[in-house]
């Protein structure tokens, strides 16, 4: 298969570039398309056959169901059963943007989509572009971050091309995306809400709306065989470069410390080393690779992917990262670091 490849001037949206997208939609294939958070791999989320091919090119298992996503709110009444008080609140302060809400669905939602769930996750996207392309298709559309499987999920379009490129229809480029990690998940279907997965929109922003939400345990933690996160995409190991990555704790001058020692361990044992860390740090590491993070939460939430992918790019074998507050929009930055290193700390 060819993927076309299109570049979108977001000051200056080309419709026929929209449409385009949208006949594929709608004919039953797969378009790449920006959203705010990352990159979606796109489908007719009405058609059975179309998310099917999803689950093909990213090599998903199964299991593992889909967000639909809409471009206009009148589409939430078709794919679900009922709208909870607590998911109007969040739907009134946050919609459209970077939060999922999982609903009792509809029985028009195929099962290919819900995985077999009698609920269904759905997202109002703010990007502009994206909210084009849904609404010029006329269906909600099923879309997972636009990665294989396993892989950290893309911020850029060229990401979404190295994984991509002669596996689906079409990738529509409208540059990089602005928050950078997948939405907020948040399930209203239970009596207490729940936080599947964080995000831009922090269980904070989330409490002061609706009070009280419970927080799944694989939001912290890896789960134990026998343990079932909430959302089945929690299950997966994820976001992992080919390096082996190690989150180092501690006080700075510590973290610092034993990280140089680490490198030039590794340094001698022939290893290419990588180091993830704050902006005012780049200087201090003695890594072969030093990428910044920048100074703030929100910029290591936005660059975080892209440099897992970099590190890739550079061939390092071993990547040793700074850790950060837990608070705010840092729930979701450590849930993703933490799945990348596949859960190993060191203690400095
Ligand atoms: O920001 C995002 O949410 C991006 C962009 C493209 O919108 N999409 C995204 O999709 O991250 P995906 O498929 O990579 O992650 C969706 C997560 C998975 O962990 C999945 O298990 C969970 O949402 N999920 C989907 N439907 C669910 C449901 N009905 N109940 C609980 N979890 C669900
Ligand atoms: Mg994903």
Sequence with gaps: MITE????????INNEI???AARILQKGGLVAFPTETVYGLGANGLNADA???IYEAKGRPSDNPLILHIGDISQLKSIVSDVPKKAQKIIDAFWPGPVTIVFKKSEIVPSAVSGGLDTVAVRFPSNKTARLIINAAGVPVAAPSANTSGKPSPTKAGHVLHDMDGKI????DGGSCAVGLESTIVDVTGDVPALLRPGAVTKEMLERVIGEISVDPAVYKMLSKDQKPKAPGMKYKHYSPDADVTLVTGSEKNVIDKINALCMQDKKNGLKTGVLCREKN???YKADFVLSAGDNIETAGARLFDILREFDTLKADKVYSEVFDESGEGLAV????KKAAGHKFIEA
């Design 5 to 12: 490849f299109e570049k979108i001037d977001t000051e200056n």
């Design 18 to 20: 929209i449409e385009k």
């Design 51 to 53: 998310c099917r091919k």
């Design 169 to 172: 229809d079409m990738i529509v």
């Design 282 to 284: 780049t200087d201090k």
């Design 334 to 337: 450590m849930n993703r670091l």
